[in-house]
């Protein structure tokens, strides 16, 4: 569809482009994080004339779905779209968590794409520094895997999106507060932008049991994946240094969910020095921003129009550069309507300071593995014959999240079906939007409303604080935990990681 508003997009299609495959993550919301606003992912790659496939899930999965399942679709899909345009290979964008699940369909059997776009992708799980991305701390104070099993063994075999959204909420609750001050400060220039975000936002998708638990305990906690222990499934391995399309990293320093530590800390892991990613054949180009949020990344129309809009343009430029390490450092656009001019700095992998397995997270990996083994054996088997469909479906309707939302509506309060009149009259007796700013009163409540901001940042700044002296304290120093045994899945990984990487009658390289 080129036609949107007074757009009409189709003059800007080119015969030759090559086709846009943007993979939405799988991260508890709703589908359209690249592509449900026109200036977008999706938006700018049809401006620059590419023919542009969305890739999204069904809000609950099928029987028994698993991850491997999953990647070998995303894999097939990318070969086929290839053949529909006469085996011109796509540029494929990864969404934060459509990111490292591109990565592993890349790797599998050695599938291939024209370029990969990883936006705010987490692939080095431990790596990141003092107060930033707390939230890779969260595995040490839960007990790892078996809260996520646990909770899609109460949803009745599906993991719910929601305490995912929820995770992120509780990351950062000064954004969550600012979001509803700004909306009842300024309700008729924020009525629209809220609806549309909060329309996706509390769109919760489901996964299956095996696949969240697969994500937990082999990306999250194990961190298997940049040293090729990463099962797929029976056949392959993921093997980051397999994977030989051209490879955009955008991250950014504002990113407290997946800073560049998180995004480009697997580099020195995989290829311990430059001449090794140059031996390799590959190409990584890595892009930073300065202080965008996580999900700013993806919906932020400043950053579609500059960021992403320059690498869709600039895409055949680093398709054709030699192997090695580039920075993408971006010009300023000369008109309006223009993509920005970017040119491509050589560095060095050795420069990559970002430490991807620090202290403490192997013991948070090894307690994983024996909690998670004790719940499985022991109380899994009782939990799932307890909860029934009713049960889970009555469990899904009470999440806090689900109804911090409902609790407001019609369904949960019919005297607000009054609200359409409350709220003319309250528009008769007040003042618009650009009439408030000089009333005392208004001036007020913003500096009321700026202070409780502050106080939960101040809270939230101590809260991380604290959780990573509590975190070094528990497991960056000698412990019982150290008489732990290994984590078995890791064992198994490893064992099997030792197999040819093409073994299996599924495993073969797409052409």
């Not at 591109?102 to 992708?121: D, E, F, I, T, Y």
Request: charged share 20%; with cysteine.
């Amino acid at each position: 569809m080129t036609r949107c508003g007074t757009d009409a997009l189709e003059r800007y299609v080119r015969k030759d482009a090559a086709p846009v495959l943007v993979v939405d993550p799988r991260a508890g919301h709703g589908p359209g994080i690249g592509g449900f606003k026109r200036d977008s992912e999706v938006g700018m790659a049809l401006r620059e004339g590419h023919p542009v496939y969305f890739v999204v899930f069904d809000p609950e999965p099928v029987e028994g779905q698993t991850l491997g399942a999953v990647l070998r679709t995303l894999a097939v899909f990318i070969d086929l779209v290839t053949k529909r345009h006469r085996n011109r290979r796509p540029i494929v964008y990864g969404n934060c968590q459509g990111g490292w699940a591109l990565m592993l369909a890349l790797s599998h059997c050695q599938h291939r794409a024209g370029l990969a776009v990883l936006n705010g992708s987490p692939l080095s799980y431990w790596a990141g520094e003092h107060g930033i991305n707390p939230m890779r701390l969260l595995g040490g104070f839960s007990g790892g895997v078996w809260p996520a099993h646990w909770a899609a063994d109460l949803g009745g075999g599906t993991f719910d999106g929601a305490w995912l959204v929820q995770n992120f909420e509780g990351l950062r609750p000064e954004g969550v507060f600012r979001k509803y001050d700004t909306l009842f400060a300024q309700p008729q220039a924020e009525r629209e932008r809220f609806l549309e975000f909060e329309r996706w936002w509390n769109g919760f998708y489901f996964l299956g049991r095996d696949e969240i638990v697969t994500i937990t305990r082999d990306l999250f906690v194990g961190n298997l994946l940049d040293d090729g222990q990463m099962r797929v499934d029976a056949h392959c391995h993921a093997d980051l240094k397999r994977i030989r399309t051209p490879l955009v990293v955008f991250s950014s320093y504002g990113d407290n969910i997946t800073p560049p530590h998180q995004a480009l800390g697997w580099l020195p892991a995989v290829y311990p020095s430059t001449e090794a990613l140059v031996a390799a054949g590959q190409r990584v180009v890595y892009l930073t921003h300065r202080d965008v949020g996580h999900l700013g990344i993806f919906v932020s129309a400043g950053v579609a129009k500059r960021e992403h809009r320059a690498i869709l343009h600039h895409a055949k430029t680093i398709e054709q550069l030699a192997p090695g390490l580039y920075e993408m450092l971006l010009a300023d656009a000369t008109g309006t309507d223009e993509a920005p001019g970017a040119r491509f700095e050589p560095r060095r992998v050795e420069d990559l300071q970002f430490d991807p397995a620090p202290a403490g997270f192997d013991r948070v990996k090894a307690l994983s593995a024996w909690l998670e083994s004790m719940y499985a054996q022991y109380a899994s088997p009782i939990v799932q014959s307890a909860v029934n469909p009713d049960l889970a479906r009555a469990l899904r309707e009470w999440h806090p999240m689900r109804v911090s939302r409902k609790v407001w509506s019609e369904q949960a309060m019919p005297a607000l079906a009054w609200l359409p009149w409350l709220r003319a009259s309250l528009q008769a007796l007040g003042a618009p939007d650009s009439e408030r700013a000089d009333n005392p009163w208004y001036r007020l409540e913003r500096s009321a409303a700026n202070a409780v901001a502050g106080a939960w940042t101040s809270w939230r700044t101590q809260r991380d604080l604290w959780a990573e002296v509590l975190f070094k304290q528990i497991y960056a120093t000698p412990s019982p935990l150290d008489l732990l045994p290994g984590e078995e899945s890791s064992a198994s990984a490893a064992e099997g990681h030792d197999r040819h990487p093409m073994e299996g009658p599924e495993c073969k390289p797409s052409t």
